[in-house]
């Protein structure tokens, strides 16, 4: 079924367009470990009622405290018009993010679970267990042979057959369901409950999300369940991008930053609530702003979701959450972080406060992106020689020095497909001449670190003063992958030339961002200047067996090749580090140290 999709997506495409977009093979969000259980508020081994689960936590797994097994991806991403912020999904995937059987593109079986822990039910005669699910949401649907199953443990410790289940269909909203228990052999006090889906496992496919699962002794819980929360954990805090340069930011901050928050919230009631809003900026643990200006909180009327849709401050709201300008002082760094909380005060149950409140970091780092960070699909084109080019307007002037790119690892490895970096002019909103073309062939590189962007060094500075188109330019016709975040819709932004003339991306499932970020600031491919050699001391340089990093402050190191490819990293922070060079060739190299006084390259010989 799957074979036969495929066949008919690639028939299409080569009908009408060159534009290929895939679905994710692997979950490059994932952790290299879930969250422990010391981190949350700890529960006993055995839960007494109500247990509820919105998923409204900012890690990937299920709390460990409410849930037994780590298959499930929490994630705000992934679904359409959700209940809240946070869903959990089923696919294809281990609880790693890797395809369970890759070599198998036929492989079709049980992935997933999501088993509660022990619940103690002896007390009752009757319970209500509810839970909202969707198929496909913006990831991949689940087809009519894939199965979303849910069991109950009896009081012998078997598993039930099916309670419930459902094969796969195309992009619903949220579907809630409610059960009835009643039967005596659930009502134990080792009561367990768990879903299940069937999938292709040769990849990140078949999606089912599931949210705001509910066990409970009172059947008006299940029934009314009025709940108002956030559902949009994705908050710009500057048009256009989520992220710009510190060092362009600040002194700035009028002209980059929205006018207003658009804050999105979800009332599932049937009427209009009043809700009391605000939300604080902080600076590492300082608080340096609260919203509003005057009181402690705004009050806003919250339309019914039934009546009319997603509550949103900027499109609703008389006068919209404002951003102020004095939150952004210059603090002489080159990077800032800053950590917002939002918070509505509601009458809802107690159990329903979790998704109250909404947590996210504002980071200006030295790049520039459109993107989120997450990619929820991956895009290419199949032609040599063909160009995409992404649009970054209202940039200050400053030296672009290498870009981030986040490329998804697919069945076909084009690891060694080569691509050279270019730079457009801005035509009226068109690429016209190329400004610079890196002469390095660099390749698709699958990483962990930078959140799965690679950073590729430009073999010199191009100095960028204006709107400027940055991309790529691919050698052969194979798909390169780059992530597409398909919950921000840059289209207009987003170029593509195979031949002569330059076309907008528009094919079907085409809409999103590439995840493409210009990394700005001053690199120096020299030797250090004499101010900073107090500071930090590499030698022997040429050398042909060992580097000796030595720096009169904490710091981390990247090694890259000339043409980019980094081939070493040290997250761990030192004073002083030896690199082994003996096992790379001869020729030039660059180290690239970070720390709180610096972030330095130098180049260096190996002999």
């Known amino acids: ?92 995937l281990d609880s790693l993010g890797n395809p369970r059987d890759i070599l198998n593109s036929n492989s079709h079986g049980v992935s997933d679970y999501l088993t509660s822990k022990p619940i103690d039910l002896s007390a009752y005669n009757e319970a209500y267990f509810s839970f909202f699910f969707q198929p496909q949401g913006l990831g991949n649907a689940p087809e009519q042979i894939d199965l979303l199953k849910l069991q109950f443990k009896d009081e012998n410790g078997v598993w039930s057959n099916s309670i419930w289940d459902t094969s796969g269909f ?57 709940d108002i929360s956030f559902v949009d954990d994705k908050i710009k805090f500057c048009k256009n991008y989520f992220s710009i340069p510190w060092i362009h930011f600040k002194g700035n901050q009028s002209f980059y930053l929205n006018q207003d928050l658009n804050i999105s919230l979800r009332n599932n009631y049937l009427t209009t609530q009043s809700v009391d809003y605000r939300y604080d900026v902080y600076k590492n643990t300082s608080q340096v702003f609260h919203y509003p200006l005057s009181g402690p909180t705004r009050n806003d009327n919250i339309f019914s979701y039934e009546i009319n849709g997603i ?122 001449n190329a400004i610079d073309t890196c002469s390095i062939l660099f390749y698709p590189e699958y990483t962990n670190v930078k959140n799965g962007f690679y950073e590729y060094l430009l073999d010199k500075p191009i100095y960028i003063n204006s709107s400027v188109f940055i991309g790529l330019q691919q050698i052969n016709n194979d798909i390169l992958n780059i992530g597409l975040d398909r ?49 930090i001391n590499i030698y022997p340089n040429p050398t042909n067996s060992e580097l000796n990093i030595y720096l009169n402050d904490l710091f981390s190191l990247e090694f ?25 060739n001869s020729g030039v190299y660059f180290i690239k140290i970070y720390s709180n006084k610096l972030v330095k390259t130098k180049k260096i010989l190996i002999n």
């Not at 992009?171 to 889906?197: A, C, G, P, Y």
Request: with cysteine; net charge negative; hydrophobic share 35%.
């Open 1 to 92: 079924m799957r074979f036969l999709t495929l066949l008919l997506f690639l028939f299409f495409n080569n009908s009408f367009s060159q534009e290929y977009v895939n679905d994710l093979i692997f979950n490059n969000s994932l952790k290299l470990s879930p969250p422990k259980s010391e981190n949350i508020q700890k529960k006993s081994s055995t839960l007494s009622l109500p247990f509820f689960d919105d998923f409204s936590y900012n890690y990937n797994y299920p709390n460990p405290n409410l849930w037994i097994n780590n298959d499930a991806f929490i994630n705000s991403t992934l679904c359409f018009n959700p209940i809240n912020n946070g869903v959990a999904t089923l696919d294809g």
């Open 170 to 226: 195309s992009l619903t909203e949220f579907i809630k369901k409610v059960i009835v228990i009643d039967n005596s052999v659930f009502l134990h006090d080792e009561f367990q409950f768990r879903f299940s889906n069937e999938a292709t496992l040769s990849g990140n496919f078949d999606h089912w999300h599931l949210d705001n699962i509910l066990l409970t002794d009172d059947y008006n819980q299940v029934s009314d369940f009025e």
């Open 311 to 432: 509550y949103s401050y900027s499109n609703n709201a008389n006068n919209a959450v404002a951003i102020y300008d004095s939150i952004f002082v210059d603090d002489f760094n080159e990077t800032a972080t800053f950590n917002i909380i939002h918070s509505i005060a509601t009458d809802d149950s107690n159990f329903l406060k979790n998704n109250d409140t909404l947590k996210y970091e504002q980071k200006f780092l030295d790049y520039y992106s459109l993107d989120d960070g997450t990619a929820e699909a991956s895009y290419g084109l199949n032609t040599s020689g063909a160009k995409f080019a992404m649009l970054f307007d209202n940039l200050q002037p400053d030296s672009l020095r290498s870009v981030l790119i986040h490329f998804e690892q697919n069945l076909n490895d084009v690891s060694n497909s080569p691509f050279q970096i270019v730079v457009w002019e801005n035509n009226n909103g068109i690429p016209g």
């Open 487 to 535: 919950n921000n819709i840059n289209n207009d932004k987003m170029f593509y030339n195979i031949g002569q003339n330059w076309e907008l991306s528009s094919c079907f499932g085409c809409e999103g961002s590439w995840m493409i970020r210009p990394v700005f600031g001053n690199l120096n491919y020299t030797n250090l200047s004499d101010s900073n050699l107090e500071l």
């Open 560 to 584: 890259y090749d000339i043409s980019g490819k980094m081939l070493f990293y040290q997250n761990n922070l030192y004073k002083s580090f030896k690199l082994n060079t003996s096992n790379f």
